[in-house]
């Protein structure tokens, strides 16, 4: 956003000033990617089945005991022992490999 502004205060103000402004403006923009650069790269990435534990999931295709559920937006293999139909909220408490293993939520 930034950029943009610098690149409108260049065509916009008169003699030396647009240099002016357009080279400040530049530099706070290179100071601003730095700082993202730095906060972004210390995020560590959460991806994976491990991550789903403890989560929340709508059982889309019955379990009983092996059927599917629906968890942020993805479908999973599942495994109920006490059964779960269609539309019931389960907890995922672990997986087997892809196959969540889930128990219907209290």
């Known amino acids: 956003m930034l950029i943009f502004l610098a690149i409108a205060l260049l065509l916009v103000l008169d ?8 080279v400040i403006v530049t530099l706070l923009w290179v100071v601003e990617l730095y700082g993202w650069s730095r906060t972004v790269r210390k995020q560590r990435k959460v991806v994976g089945a491990q991550n789903l534990i403890g989560q929340v ?12 559920v629906r968890i942020d937006g993805e479908t999973w ?3 109920c022992q006490a059964g779960a139909s269609t539309g019931d909220n389960v907890r995922v ?3 087997d490999k892809l196959t969540l293993i889930v128990e219907p939520a209290g």
């Open 15 to 22: 003699g030396p000033w647009n240099i002016v402004a357009f």
């Open 77 to 79: 293999q599942a495994s």
């Open 93 to 95: 408490i672990g997986r």
């Open 57 to 68: 999931a709508v059982v889309t295709e019955p379990c009983r005991p092996l059927g599917q």
